[in-house]
Nanobody
Framework: QVHLVESGGGLVQTGGSLRLSCAAS????????MGWFRQAPGKEREYVAG???????HSSRSVKERFTISRDNAKNTVYLQMNNLTPEDSAVYHC???????????????????WGQGTQVTVSS
């Protein structure tokens, strides 16, 4: 069982940066593959980035040059560094955990067993 709590969201101007954190409690965080998703009002949940327990990363094309996912297993935390933000990045950002093997399915919501409640990111124009 893994409990996830996101933080770091807020209001930022276009071109600004934010770093989101996802703190995990429970068993064996270092064994889980982690992901970030986002959901804007009226839109489907969208994959942002994933990171394997061993550190491999994968990002969606829409954020690849601007967002960086990382993790600190000693702190049971995964991060999402977001740079050069635009209003289109406004959404609730959720982190998620999966005990499945690292695979191309990391971009699918059903790959993950555990989800956090999310943190709001709002980018003003």
């Amino acid at each position: 069982q893994v409990h996830l709590v996101e933080s770091g969201g807020g209001l930022v101007q276009t071109g600004g940066s934010l770093r989101l954190s996802c703190a995990a409690s429970g068993s064996a965080f270092s064994r889980y593959n982690m992901g970030w998703f986002r959901q804007a009002p009226g839109k489907e949940r969208e994959y942002v980035a994933g990171i394997a327990w061993h550190g491999n990363t994968h990002s969606s094309r829409s954020v690849k040059e601007r967002f960086t996912i990382s993790r600190d297993n000693a702190k049971n935390t995964v991060y999402l560094q977001m740079n050069n933000l635009t209003p289109e990045d406004s959404a609730v950002y959720h982190c998620a955990a999966s005990s499945s093997d690292w695979s191309p399915r990391v971009s699918r919501a059903d790959y993950y067993e555990y989800w956090g409640q999310g943190t709001q990111v709002t980018v003003s124009s």
